[in-house]
């Protein structure tokens, strides 16, 4: 199986109790997800994250602490995907989709809802705002 990193940035807005969400294009189907994408070759996880999260939504972000790695096989198409979700912060732009083939939607969703569309978070997304766990994520550098 080859193996894909993703990486995803959790947009909260706090005052509002929402979630910043993408609703990606799947063929004929539509599903919810964070704004988040396959790591490039020669690119951190943290660079990865940003990217996407200007790609998919049109704001610029910063991204910090990991809150969740997430893994899954996919026997459709041979990947073993390592998922990667970042604390993700706005620190400018406005929506806009700069990929229509892939993105139908940018959309600030209630914690509720969000939880219903991602279930591979352990008891919700919104278990890990609420509790506000993170763990440090450090680049090295190149040795």
């Known amino acids: 199986m080859k193996r ?12 509002n109790q929402k979630i910043l969400m993408v609703r990606n ?7 919810y997800s964070l704004p988040g994408g396959a790591v490039e070759k020669g690119e951190t996880l943290e660079q990865a994250a940003i990217r ?7 704001f610029d972000v910063t991204v910090s602490n990991l809150i969740s790695v997430n893994e899954s096989f996919f026997q459709h198409n041979g990947h073993h995907a390592i998922f990667f979700t970042f604390q993700g912060e706005i620190k400018d732009g406005e929506i806009h989709i700069s990929r229509p083939n892939e993105i139908e939607d940018v959309v600030w969703m209630d914690l509720d809802e969000a939880d219903l569309h991602m279930p591979f978070y352990k008891d919700g997304i919104s278990t890990y705002i609420k509790q506000n766990y993170a763990i440090p994520y450090i680049y090295q550098g190149v040795n």
């Open 25 to 31: 294009k799947r063929g004929d189907s539509y599903d």
């Open 4 to 15: 894909v990193d993703v990486a995803y940035s959790l947009i909260f807005d706090e005052p």
């Open 52 to 58: 996407e999260a200007k790609e998919e939504t049109g």
